[in-house]
Each structure stands twice: as structure tokens, then as C-alpha cells.
């Protein structure tokens, strides 16, 4: 296993605890989320069934099944904690709304338990980032959509907590925050999986905190502390913390501790096969009847 790779054990465990107190703490998220759901109303896509992948505790499945009424939403999870609390808050939710079907899926983003052709719209919001084979992650996602399908996400760029990275930059040799895939690379991976003319978008936005605890605390609250494979375990003795929090203050701007993330955007279709598994073209002819 890479250094860099996620222990995925890790993943489904830290964002389960965090389930009850996702909400609260998911300031970001649910920013990023409302601003990718904006970038629908330029889309033309009515879908029958929408898989909304990395659902966490349902907020953004919940806003796609009150904009596509009549569809299906499902909402998968790698945390079934998380896909507990979203049960929990879906029951009240439909009482108030009437909207489509509504169900959970507990499975991993990289191996999909769907069947090909599936879907009219993969939606993400800020989950991609926990897959080690982003590649073949996005083959996978192609699988599962129809011809003429969208797929609509949002994960973080490598600029994410720099100051984080500066903070714990040499301070022993373990890794402490996750690395990231860069814009370009992701547009790529997008046309090598079969997808047409992926559009690209990327933006930064800085929370500003008053001491690095607070930072690290946010992070917790979301479950979303660093699950690399080169992580240190066990706790972290008191003068690396006093070097860490010595590090974070160089950094200190109009009176707060920033924390950046680069938040990236991406869109694309899944459009009519050219060529056959063998590389041989597909050509369409017409015919009479």
C-alpha cells in the first residue's frame, strides 16, 4: 500500500462516529454542495434515477429530489453511519415534501454494486477525493450512467490546507494531510474514462479560524481528518503540537489562522460509443424498414 493511499477501514469509521455531528460542522460541504446545484439549472437533463455518490447524511440528495420530483435518489455511502442519519432525517423530510422515491446504498464509490446503464445523473459533491483509483473511479461512474447522461461533481485540488501542510511540515515524517488531484489531471482521467468534453472550474475559498485547534477540531467534526496509509497513530506528543501551533501562527492574517481549500468542479457527458471493446469503429448507417 502507497503512503498516500486510503485506508478505507479508517474512512467508514471516522465518518460513521462523526454522523450525529456531521450537520453542525459541514459548513463547507453544504456551501460547496448549494453552489454545485446552481451549476443544474444550465444542465439539460430530467433524470429517472439519480446516484448521488459520497451522500454523506442526505442534504444534497434531498435538494435533487425536490428539483426532480419524479425520480429516484439514490444515495450511497461508504459510512452506514452516515447513511443511518440520513434515513432518520429523510423519514420528516418526506413527510413536509412530496418527492420521488428515495433510497440507500452502503458501498464503496470504486466498485459499484449497479448495474450498467443505470443512472441519467451521477452527482458528487465533495466525496472523489476519498478514492485511490480516481482513474478508474471515474470508468466506473461512466459504467453505471446511460448514453446521454451527466455526471456533476466537486472535489478538493491540491492547494487544500496548505497551511495545514506548512504547519506540520517537518515535524516528523509521517503524512498528515491527504494529497489531492490537480484540475488538469482530473479533466484527463475524465476523457480516458469515455466521458465527451469535460468542463473544468476551479475556486478557493478560506475559512479563517482563531488557533489550529479549532481547525483540527472542524476537520473531526466531519470526519474528515487525514485516513492516508502514512498517517501516524497514537497521539501526538505535546511539544510536536507547541512546533505545529509555531508554525500555524507565521501564517496568522488580520488576527486569524486561514485555512484554504481549493475546491474544483467538474462536468461531463457520456455519449454514444465510437469504437467497439476491439478498437474497431462503430459507424452508424441508415436503414429502411
Known sequence: MNEFDIDKHEVRRAFSKAATRYDAAAVLQREVCARLLEKLDYMKVRPVRVLDVGSGTGWGARQLGERYKEAEIVALDIAFGMLQAARGTSSWWRKLFAGGRQSFLCADAESLPLTAHS??????????????????????????????????????????????????????GY???????????????????????????????????????????????????????????????????????????????????????????????????????????????????
Not at 135 to 156: C, N, Q, Y
Request: charged share 25%; hydrophobic share 45%.
Open 175 to 289: 503524512n498528515h494531510v491527504n494529497r489531492f488531484a490537480d484540475m488538469h489531471d482530473i479533466g484527463d482521467m475524465l476523457v480516458a474514462a469515455g466521458f465527451a468534453d469535460p468542463v473544468m472550474e476551479m475556486e478557493k475559498i478560506t475559512l479563517t479560524y482563531q488557533d489550529v485547534k479549532a481547525v483540527m477540531q472542524d476537520l473531526r467534526s466531519i470526519g474528515a481528518h487525514n485516513a492516508t496509509a502514512g498517517r501516524a497513530h497514537g497521539l501526538m506528543g505535546k511539544a510536536k503540537w507547541v512546533r505545529i501551533a509555531a508554525n500555524y501562527e507565521t501564517l496568522r492574517r488580520d488576527g486569524k489562522l486561514p485555512a484554504t481549500f481549493e475546491i474544483i468542479y467538474g462536468h461531463a457527458w457520456k455519449v454514444p460509443q465510437k469504437k467497439a471493446a476491439d478498437g474497431r469503429a462503430i459507424i452508424q448507417t441508415p436503414f429502411r424498414t
Open 119 to 172: 443512472m441519467e445523473l451521477v452527482w458528487s459533491n465533495l466525496a472523489v477525493q476519498w478514492c485511490n483509483d480516481l482513474p478508474a473511479t471515474f470508468i466506473e461512474l461512466h459504467r453505471v450512467l446511460k448514453v446521454d447522461g451527466l455526471l456533476m461533481f466537486s472535489t478538493f485540488g491540491p492547494d487544500t490546507l496548505r497551511e495545514l501542510r506548512i504547519a506540520f511540515d517537518g515535524v516528523d
